[in-house]
Nanobody, 117 residues
Framework: QVQLVESGGGLVQAGGSLRLSCAAS????????MGWFRQAPGKEREFVAR????????FYADSVKGRFTISRDNAENTVYLQMNSLKLEDTAKYYC??????????WGQGTLVTVSS
């Protein structure tokens, strides 16, 4: 069974950048689409970004398009989320997921991103 562990969250000022990592262990994720979701306090979990297994296609929520970049290193079994020009509304816990049949399959424990003014 694959396990996902997110890291890289923290406190950052508005306009700053963070790079999140999602390291997979147990099994390879190289043949799966992978993605990031986030959940802000009091809100439902929402889609952020997705990348196909080859990395050739990426998809983003409108709210992060042009600011966030998802990437992957299949040799390292790791997925990344580069977040630039962070806004207060990006504050949330960010979760990595594997897609199976176009649906999120498993989740990591999440990493907290807090954007301050």
């Amino acid at each position: 069974q694959v396990q996902l562990v997110e890291s890289g969250g923290g406190l950052v000022q508005a306009g700053g950048s963070l790079r999140l990592s999602c390291a997979a262990s147990g099994r390879t994720i190289s043949t799966y689409s992978m993605g990031w979701f986030r959940q802000a306090p009091g809100k439902e979990r929402e889609f952020v970004a997705r990348i196909t297994w080859t990395g050739s296609s990426t998809f983003y929520a409108d709210s992060v398009k042009g600011r966030f970049t998802i990437s992957r290193d299949n040799a390292e079994n790791t997925v990344y989320l580069q977040m630039n020009s962070l806004k207060l509304e990006d504050t949330a816990k960010y979760y990595c997921t594997r897609f199976v049949n176009n649906s999120p399959d498993i989740w990591g424990q999440g990493t907290l991103v807090t954007v301050s003014s």
